[in-house]
């Protein structure tokens, strides 16, 4: 009896830590969201139970729509920006590219610093006085283009995603060139002895066998997307008012802005929703391709 | 004969402009971080007037008065500490429940469910754990980010430091084992050492997540002197919006530590931040 235990102290004691402050910090967080999005809440009064009445409200409520759809247009332009230029930069580093490590390093720089930085910088990029972005139109003698980025309110949304486009672009250069390296090369070599041509060899033989990169890259691009905060808190603050908010900044707004914890809980599960609905259905879709 | 060399030639032609696409997508990456770095060495004026050359006379004071009067130094430290506790803590315990959970009692059970958090975007933390932190009584304390900062990268470190320790021969445990150690023996002088590149990527990566985090810190942090580089550099625009030399010379503390670091340990950052593409 009492080998046996102390056959388990082993166990219970390393495992401990990791169960502990993952259970209180991450799962039970998860499931009071959950419960508070229930509530009617300030997070100071008492909670009151209200059922679904903040998501009944959500769906009614005109900003709402109009971060989620500045959420979806994000997702749309990162996954038609991101994922073909990581993969032609990558199969361009692929084919015997003298120097791949160097633009290798270079391309995945910006992966790794702070979303927040990324943001400030870019508001320099677009200051109507030192901005970059005006200067360079001036040079190349488009200067009657020139204007505040930032407060234009056609090209508000799209000067907020463009730091996060191109700040991870670097990140799927990386998978995709890990993925074309496990390419059997007899594969490619045997099809350039058909005579495919390089374009046709890499639409026939190279893209099926990356298949279930590029998924997970969709789906890393589609996710990072729906989580979005940094950059657009940074420049913006989300405005004017919702304007260039995605849901992540709109849940902050909600919650700790304007003290209604009960609805920002809801935004927070929507936010998971979607992501889980579409992680899920993804990969169902890549265990077919598998399967099959 | 003719036909052959038409084609080298123009393949040569293809060479070069794959190296022309392959340079321009290398400069629209590196050139916006050296404009920032040449332009936190001049002043406004000299930004305005010369945008795009080197300074004329180069600006020390702009690092001074961002580290001083900005309190980008304090916010520095904070974030040095803070992500150095949470990653040499994380590690420790990861690689303790690694060793449980692939070589002595393995469960599915709580694999599945420490993985979970792989899934759990931050946003779902934020306000219970406002709450959470106001009953253990450390609103506003550094020590909340440490905790939440080793919760959130549980779950993928653990990933990463089970797929490493799963690599390592069983014959080694058996062998100490025989040689008298105990489990606890076998992990601190066997795996461990062993388990160390499995640890150095699971550190370098969770040390990123801490740097770069903002979100968690704007919630749970409000003064001042506690915050962390992210939440500084956020405060440092809306208290110097015109002063871009100021501004840029933040920028460039801030990412300095992650640069060298990238450039250190560049294996195992790229390793760890595509570890999960890469193993499916």
Redesign the interface.
């Known amino acids: 009896m009492k080998n046996k235990l102390s056959k388990l102290q ?2 219970v004691l ?2 401990a ?3 502990l ?2 259970t ?7 499931l ?2 959950l419960y ?1 999005s229930t509530t009617d809440w300030n ?1 100071v009064t008492e909670k009151v139970f209200i059922g679904l009445q903040n998501y009944r409200e959500l769906v009614s409520n005109k900003d709402f729509w109009l971060v989620f759809m500045n959420t979806m247009k994000l997702v749309v332009v990162t996954l038609m920006i991101q994922i073909p230029m990581g993969l ?2 990558a199969y ?2 692929y ?1 015997r ?1 003298k120097g791949m490590k160097i ?1 290798r ?13 990324i943001g ?2 870019f ?3 677009y ?1 109507s ?2 901005g ?1 972005f005006n ?1 360079i139109l001036k040079i190349i003698g488009l200067g009657s283009l020139q204007k505040n980025w930032l407060s234009d309110v056609n090209t508000l949304l799209y000067a907020v995603m463009a730091p996060q486009v ?1 700040q991870y ?3 799927y250069v ?2 995709f060139l ?1 993925a074309l390296q496990s390419i059997p090369e007899e594969l490619i070599e045997s099809a350039q002895i058909d005579g495919a041509g ?1 374009i046709n060899a890499f639409f026939h033989v190279i893209l099926p066998q990356i298949t ?2 590029t998924f ?2 969709i789906l ?1 691009s589609v ?1 990072g997307s ?2 979005s ?2 950059h657009s ?2 420049m913006t603050g989300g405005g004017p008012g919702v304007r260039s908010a995605y849901l ?1 900044v709109f ?2 707004k909600t ?2 802005v304007n003290s209604d ?1 009960g609805m ?2 809801a935004i ?2 929507s ?2 929703a979607v ?2 609905i579409i ?1 899920v259905v993804f990969n169902k879709l ?1 265990k077919m391709r598998s399967d099959y | 004969m003719g036909k052959f060399r038409n084609k080298s030639s123009k393949s040569k032609v293809a060479a070069i402009i794959k190296y022309l696409f392959l340079t321009a997508g290398a400069v629209v990456s590196l050139y916006p971080f050296i404009w920032v770095l040449l332009s936190s060495l001049k002043d406004n004026n000299e930004i305005y007037s010369n945008s795009f050359g080197l300074p004329k006379i180069i600006r020390w004071s702009n690092y001074t008065q961002a580290w001083n009067g900005a309190r980008v130094g304090t916010s520095f430290f904070n974030s040095l500490i803070v992500s150095l506790s949470s990653v040499i803590l994380l590690v420790v315990i990861t690689a303790m429940g690694s060793y449980i959970l692939t070589r002595v009692h393995k469960s599915t059970f709580l694999s599945v469910y420490l993985s979970l958090g792989i899934m759990i975007p931050i946003h779902a933390m934020l306000i219970p754990s406002v709450i959470i932190f106001k009953h253990l009584h450390l609103q506003d304390n550094l020590v909340s980010l440490v905790l939440v900062y080793i919760a959130t990268n549980i779950s993928f470190s653990l990933y990463i430091m089970k797929g490493f320790m799963d690599r390592i021969p069983r014959e080694l445990d058996e062998a100490a084992t025989i040689d008298g150690c105990g489990q606890a023996g076998i992990f601190f002088r066997v795996i461990f050492p062993i388990a160390k590149p499995g640890m150095a990527t699971v550190a370098t990566l969770a040390f990123l997540n801490c740097w770069n985090d903002l979100l968690l810190g704007l919630v749970l942090i409000s003064d001042p002197m506690k915050r962390t580089l992210s939440m500084g550099i956020s405060a440092l625009k809306g208290s110097y919006v015109t002063r871009y030399g100021l501004l840029c010379s933040g920028f460039v503390i801030s990412i300095v530590p992650v640069v060298i670091m990238y450039l250190m340990f560049q294996k195992q950052v790229v390793q760890g931040m595509t570890a999960g593409a890469v193993k499916g």
């Open positions: 082993i166990p390393f495992l830590p990791v169960f402050v993952y209180v910090f991450v799962f039970i967080p998860m009071l969201s508070y997070g032609i930069l361009l580093l084919c590219t633009f390093t270079i391309y995945f720089l910006p992966v790794v610093i702070a979303p927040v930085a400030l910088m508001t320099l990029f200051n006085e030192i970059i200067h191109w672009i670097g990140l990386t998978i890990g390089r279930e990169f997970i890259c890393l996710t729906l989580k905060f940094d808190w940074i992540g849940m902050y919650a700790f914890f920002g809980s927070t599960i936010i998971i992501s889980l992680t890549t």
